[in-house]
C-alpha cells in the first residue's frame, strides 16, 4: 500500500499543504498553479468521470479486459486513467468493481497510484451511486440503509444525518470519496418510473429538511455529497434512461415544488449538484435538457440560487440527453452550459476529443476549462485527497459493515415502516393463533448486495421471531396456475402475508391477493416499493409499505408484523383512489399504530 510520503512526492509537494476541510476558496493561488502547468489533454481529460470494468486497475479478469478494450480502448483502469487522464472514476456493480470492501479499496488504491504516478498526476475522485433503498452499488457486507422514501416515511433528520454520516464513513474507508446522493427530487407523481421511491417525498420542505440532513452527515465524514437531479425530476411519467420527459410546471410551481430541496442543499453547502436530462419549458423554452441549458445552470443554478460548487451531468449515455444533439455535441453543449463534470459518455475518446476538437477550434476557451477545473481542484482538496488519497485495509475492517452500524440501520428501519390499513386490529399477528405463515408475493430481482429473494427474507425474519413460516415465490405477474397453488397453500396456513410490487389495475397481482383474502385467511399485504398499491387491493385486511425490498427493510416490517415494534411511519406520499386519482385515499402524513 503505497505510503502517504508516496501521495506527497507524487503531486510533487505543490499541494501538500492544502488543507482538509478548509473554506472552498482558500488554496486556489496554489490550485490555479496547478492548472497552470497542465497541458490541454490533460484539462479536458480531468473533467470526466468514467467507467471502467473490472475489480483491479492493473490486473482485470480476461473478461473486463475484453470490455475495456471495446468499449473504451484500453485494457485497465490504469491504462484508462494513463492515454485520458480522467479526473473521475465511477464504480457500477455490473463493471465488477465492487465485489466485497477489501477489493474496492484496492482497486480505489490502484486508481490513485496510476493517476498520481503520472506526470503532474493529480487525485481521482472516485464516485458511486450508494443512494441506499433500491439504488446501491456496494451491498453486504457494506452497511444497507433505509431507501430516501422510507426515511422520508420516518421523517427523523437526525436518521438521514445518521445515514449520511455512516455511509459516508464506509465509503470513504473503501476510497470512494464522491457519492451520487441525496435524492432531491419532490415526487408528486405516482407514474413516475425513474424516481418514485427515490425521493424522500411529495412535501418539498420535508424532502430539503431531509436532503440538508444527509449531506451534513456526508460532510462529516469526508465524503462528496451530490443533490440530483437539477432542476427536478420528481414530476415526470418517462424515464430518462430511455425517453427525453418534459416537466409542465410553472416558474411559481417550480419554485415552491422542485427549487425547495436544491436551495436547501446548497445552504448546507452540497460539494456536488448533478443535472437531470428534462426539459422544463418554463425554466428554458429552447427545448434542450437542463443538462445542455446555460438559462438553467448557469442562470439559475449559478446566478439565482449562488451555486458555485461543481456541477456534473446526469450519466451522458441516457436518452434523455442524446435524442437533440450526437454524443460528439453533448459534452461541449454541457460545459457551455455551465457543467464541471462530464458522466460517462457512451464513448469517452468520441466525447473527450470533441472537447478538445472545441478548444482548439475556439468554441470552448481554455479559461473555461479553467474555471470547472478549479471547482473539481477545489472539491479534491477540500476533501484532503491532495494530504492522503489513499486508503487502509484496517481501516476497512474497522469501518465497514460493523456490529454498531448494522444495529443503527436496523433501528432507523423500524422508524420506517408504515401502517396503512389494520382492520379488526389483525395486526400484530399472535404466534399463539396464526403461528403457521405462509408468505407468497412478488420476488424482484434483489438490490445489490442484499440476500433476497423478498419472501425469503420476509419468511426467515418472522421464523427467527418464533413463527413457522414458509416462502412461496409467485413474481411479480403470477399465471392462473401459480395463483391456484398458493390459494391452496394458502388453505394450510394460520395467516398469509403477501409481497406486492408496482400493482396495477390489471394485474394479475390483484388476482392473487383477493383469491386469498376469498380463503378466509388473514392476509397481510406489504408494498415493498410503491407505497401506492394499497389503492389497488381494498380487500386486504392490513397493508404495511416498506418502500424496498432490501434486507433492512423487509426485516423491520417482519417486526412490525410479529408487535416486536409498533410501526411508527407515516407517509410521505399521497395516495389517490384507484378509480378516481382526482381524490386522495391516504393523505402525506397517514400512518397508523398500535
Not at 421511491?197 to 418539498?204: L, N, Y
Not at 484532503?384 to 474497522?398: I, N
Not at 397481510?524 to 397493508?543: E, F, G, K, M, T
Amino acid at each position: 500500500m503505497p505510503s502517504r510520503r508516496t501521495v506527497l512526492a507524487a503531486t510533487m509537494g505543490v499541494t501538500a499543504s492544502l488543507a482538509i476541510g478548509g473554506t472552498a476558496h482558500a488554496d486556489d493561488t496554489r490550485l490555479r498553479s496547478l492548472i497552470s502547468r497542465m497541458t490541454l489533454p490533460e484539462k479536458v481529460g480531468q473533467l470526466f468521470v468514467m467507467r471502467v470494468y473490472g475489480h483491479s486497475a492493473t490486473a482485470p479478469d480476461q473478461a473486463d479486459i475484453d470490455a475495456n478494450l471495446s468499449e473504451l480502448g484500453v485494457r485497465t483502469a490504469a491504462e484508462l486513467i494513463a492515454k485520458y487522464r480522467v479526473g473521475g472514476i465511477i464504480y457500477f456493480t455490473w463493471a465488477h468493481n465492487t465485489r466485497d470492501p477489501h477489493q474496492i479499496a484496492d482497486l480505489s488504491n490502484g486508481i490513485q497510484k496510476a493517476s498520481l504516478s503520472q506526470p503532474r498526476g493529480l487525485p481521482v475522485l472516485v464516485a458511486t451511486d450508494q443512494e441506499h433503498g433500491i439504488v446501491c452499488r456496494i451491498g453486504a457486507p457494506a452497511t444497507l440503509f433505509p431507501g430516501a422514501m422510507a426515511i422520508g416515511a420516518g421523517g427523523s433528520r437526525d436518521d438521514a444525518r445518521t445515514l449520511g454520516r455512516i455511509s459516508g464513513a464506509e465509503l470513504r474507508a473503501m476510497g470512494v470519496n464522491q457519492d451520487y446522493s441525496p435524492d432531491a427530487d419532490v415526487n408528486v407523481n405516482p407514474a413516475n418510473p425513474v424516481i418514485g421511491v427515490r425521493s424522500f417525498g411529495a412535501d418539498p420542505d420535508a424532502v430539503a429538511g431531509l436532503v440538508a440532513a444527509e449531506v451534513k452527515g456526508y460532510q462529516s465524514s469526508q465524503v462528496a455529497a451530490t443533490a440530483k437531479h437539477f432542476p427536478g425530476h420528481g414530476d415526470t411519467a418517462v424515464d430518462s434512461h430511455f425517453g427525453f420527459p418534459v416537466i409542465t410546471h410553472s416558474r411559481e410551481v417550480w419554485e415552491a415544488l422542485d427549487a425547495v430541496p436544491f436551495r436547501a442543499a446548497v445552504k448546507a453547502g452540497i460539494d456536488s449538484i448533478m443535472t437531470a436530462h428534462i426539459m422544463v419549458p418554463a425554466l428554458d423554452d429552447s427545448g434542450d435538457p437542463a443538462t445542455l441549458s446555460h438559462p438553467i445552470l448557469t442562470g439559475i443554478l449559478r446566478g439565482e440560487l449562488g451555486y458555485d460548487g461543481v456541477v456534473i451531468t446526469d450519466s451522458l449515455g441516457m436518452e434523455g440527453v442524446r435524442q437533440k444533439y450526437g454524443d460528439d455535441r453533448v459534452p461541449v453543449l454541457a460545459l457551455k452550459a455551465g457543467v464541471d463534470q462530464l458522466l460517462n459518455p457512451p464513448s469517452l475518446d468520441v466525447a473527450w476529443n470533441a472537447v478538445l476538437k472545441a478548444v482548439q477550434g475556439g468554441e470552448l476557451t481554455e479559461a473555461r476549462l479553467d474555471e470547472s477545473i478549479l471547482r473539481v481542484l477545489r472539491l479534491k482538496a477540500r476533501l484532503g485527497l491532495f494530504q492522503d488519497a489513499y486508503v487502509s485495509h484496517a481501516g476497512v475492517s474497522r469501518t465497514v459493515g460493523t456490529r454498531s452500524h448494522l444495529a443503527a440501520a436496523d433501528r432507523i428501519a423500524e422508524r420506517t415502516t408504515t401502517l396503512l390499513v389494520n382492520e379488526e386490529g389483525l395486526l400484530p399477528l399472535s404466534r399463539r393463533t396464526h403461528g403457521k405463515v405462509l408468505v407468497v408475493g412478488a420476488d424482484p430481482a434483489s438490490p445489490s448486495g442484499t440476500t433476497g429473494p423478498p419472501t425469503g427474507v420476509l419468511a426467515a425474519a418472522l421464523g427467527e421471531l418464533g413463527f413457522t413460516a414458509t416462502a412461496r415465490s409467485t413474481g411479480t405477474d403470477p399465471s392462473a396456475a401459480t395463483v391456484a397453488a398458493a390459494v391452496a397453500a394458502a388453505r394450510e396456513a394460520d395467516a398469509v402475508v403477501v409481497a406486492t410490487y408496482n400493482v396495477t389495475a390489471g394485474s394479475s397481482q390483484r388476482t392473487l391477493a383477493e383469491q386469498l383474502v376469498a380463503t378466509g385467511r388473514p392476509v397481510v399485504a406489504v408494498a415493498v416499493r410503491n407505497p401506492y398499491d394499497v389503492a389497488q387491493l381494498p380487500s386486504v385486511s392490513a397493508y404495511l409499505a416498506s418502500y424496498s425490498w432490501t434486507d433492512v427493510e423487509l426485516r423491520a416490517a417482519a417486526r412490525v408484523i410479529a408487535g416486536r415494534v409498533r410501526p411508527r411511519g407515516k407517509l410521505p406520499v399521497a395516495v389517490q383512489r384507484a378509480d378516481d386519482p382526482a381524490q386522495v385515499l391516504y393523505p402525506v402524513g397517514h400512518g397508523l399504530s398500535y
